[in-house]
């Protein structure tokens, strides 16, 4: 009986020991970490599976506040792992889209754009086995704002940059299709001239390829930023 309280004790102690046991954080080995809370941690094989190792985190920081409704600036950050840690290849805002910088309204306890990001996931649109990230994000200042779809691809293994940008007044939503070697994008469909409030089309979906060099949008339902 003695030996079995011992044991238990001991156990005891070894269950306490690792509950206060520092916790490693989710960016450890970031440099430099990724701004405010972290929303979103992906691994992308962007020189394809098993060889350099990337991961793509949205975040956000607190900028102010305003009748207990908090405004943010958003973050996407690209890193690539290297010596032992992630180094940081690719930022937005700072190193330009998908999101912008958040400013302060004149005179008032606002900031804007009111944004949101989302990572959609990876697909293999360009290349079989190398992966895309396909990020989703919706910034607005007055009226609906806008949506946006961009895609990012490795340019030379080590660098990173956006090469296709698809944006919708109002908003614009994207899923991987079946076998990751497509996109699907939805959101309201404005011919030429619509107003805001009366799209052409409530609810389009187009689907996007990459086919001999080229994107391909079809129906061409979204504005095309650039591809």
Not at 9 to 35: D, K, M, N, W
Not at 44 to 70: D, P, T
Not at 140 to 168: H, K, P, W, Y
Request: positive net charge; contains cysteine.
């Amino acid at each position: 009986m003695k030996r079995s309280i011992a044991t238990v004790a001991t156990a005891t102690l070894l269950i306490c020991a690792g509950a206060f046991r520092p916790q490693r954080s989710p960016t450890a080995g970031f440099v430099p970490p990724p701004p405010g809370s972290v929303a979103q941690n992906e691994r992308v094989a962007f020189s394809g599976s098993g060889n350099i190792e990337w991961r793509a985190i949205v975040s956000k920081e607190r900028v102010g506040a305003s009748n207990n409704r908090g405004f943010y600036q958003w973050f996407l950050s690209l890193y690539m792992l290297e010596r032992g840690a992630y180094q940081l290849r690719y930022q937005s805002p700072r190193n330009g889209g998908p999101l912008s910088r958040v400013t302060q309204a004149n005179g008032a306890q606002m900031w804007f754009p009111v944004a949101q990001a989302r990572i959609v996931g990876t697909a293999s649109l360009m290349q079989p086995g190398v992966h895309q990230l396909v990020v989703q994000s919706h910034e607005m200042a007055a009226d609906c704002g806008s949506g946006a779809v961009t895609i990012f691809a490795t340019q030379l293994r080590r660098n990173i940059a956006a090469v296709a940008r698809f944006e919708n007044p109002c908003d614009l939503s994207a899923t991987i299709g079946a076998g990751g070697t497509s996109i699907e994008l939805k959101g309201p469909y404005y011919a030429s001239g619509a107003a805001l409030c009366c799209p052409t089309k409530a609810h389009a979906t187009a689907e996007l390829r990459y086919r001999d060099g080229a994107w391909i949008l079809s129906p061409k339902y979204f504005k095309v930023v650039f591809k």
